[in-house]
């Protein structure tokens, strides 16, 4: 029976080794970990995941690693996206093969594809598997932007039930929900307490990397228990931490707080680079401030 998605879902970061080798043990520790926090989903392979940066071996190992780890006990969609519609459609096989409870798949992200071929792109995925998909919108990396109107019309296809939704025009989720209707659930990509109250039933999220029980409440308290005022407030408090990884820092600065929390789970790949020593600084005073290495602990 096909799972319902909603809530905070982690787009979680790949850990490495000293020796920038993927390091599975530690994966299956965070995985775990996260799941014991109370996260309401995983998403292993997106943009958090350098996922462009990882071979074919790498990506099925994390994909196999998070799957088997989780166990059930929260929905895994795996990353899926790729330039080529037929090799997107094999990733998306692939996960299949492997357990996934569903795929978030971008655009593909260099030919810029006009809005018919992104409809055929997404209409060819889907028709090649039983997954629910999460359409993916990032016009930031992406090079393409799925509006409201291109949403509705990909929000037909039969398989495209989710979509992230990532920029920070929260009157797209607004937007959304009025044209797609029903046949499109809305999760934010970097608003989430903005989005819930627009009426998204989720968030993939960054900082939930770093505050996987936080992040969740927020959510919990606005969709579950109609304490919206004590959502922002929880919100407001946690903004500095969402805020530093959800720019250009967003897995350099996740990796660097989760390094200070006592979580070894290496440097980013090239071409980025380790955090300069004053933003490592920065993650570490967040780190202090939060307790979020006592929280670890615990």
Not at 171 to 184: E, L, Q, S, Y
Not at 200 to 229: C, H, T
Not at 260 to 268: I, L, Y
Not at 273 to 283: E, G, I, K, N, S
Request: contains cysteine; proline residues 6%.
């Amino acid at each position: 029976m096909q799972k319902t998605f909603r809530g905070v879902y982690t787009v979680m970061i790949t850990p490495f080794d000293k020796a920038g080798r993927l390091d599975v043990e530690t994966l299956k520790a965070f995985t775990d970990w996260q799941v014991r926090e109370g996260i309401h989903g995983l998403i292993p392979l997106g943009s958090t995941g350098e996922f462009l940066s990882l071979s074919e071996e790498e990506r099925v190992e994390v994909a196999r690693t998070v799957i088997e780890t989780a166990a059930g006990r929260v929905p895994v969609l795996i990353g899926t996206g790729a330039e080529d519609t037929r090799e997107a459609v094999r990733l998306t096989r692939q996960a299949e093969e492997l357990g996934a409870d569903g795929v978030m798949i971008i655009p593909p992200f260099y030919s810029t594809p006009t809005d018919d071929e992104l409809v055929h792109h997404y209409r060819t995925i889907a028709a090649a598997t039983k997954l629910p998909i999460m359409v993916y919108n990032n016009p930031a990396t992406a090079n393409v932007d799925l509006k409201p109107d291109l949403v509705a019309r990909i929000a037909e296809i039969e398989g495209c039930d989710y979509i992230k939704e990532s920029t920070l025009e929260v009157t797209r989720v607004r937007d959304i929900i009025r044209k797609a209707g029903r046949n499109m659930t809305v999760f934010g990509g970097i608003l989430g307490f903005e989005s819930f109250v627009e009426g998204a039933e989720g968030w993939v999220a960054v900082a939930s990397n770093v505050a996987p029980r936080q992040m969740a409440r927020i959510f919990e308290l606005v969709k579950d228990e109609n304490r919206v005022p004590e959502a922002h407030r929880l919100y407001l408090e946690w903004l500095p931490l969402i805020e530093a990884v959800g720019g250009h820092l967003y897995v350099g600065g996740t990796k660097a707080l989760l390094g200070h929390m006592g979580f070894a789970v290496g440097e980013p790949r090239p071409p980025r680079l380790p955090l300069p020593a004053a933003d490592d600084a920065r993650m570490k005073a967040l780190v202090d401030h939060f307790g979020l290495a006592r929280a670890l602990a615990a």
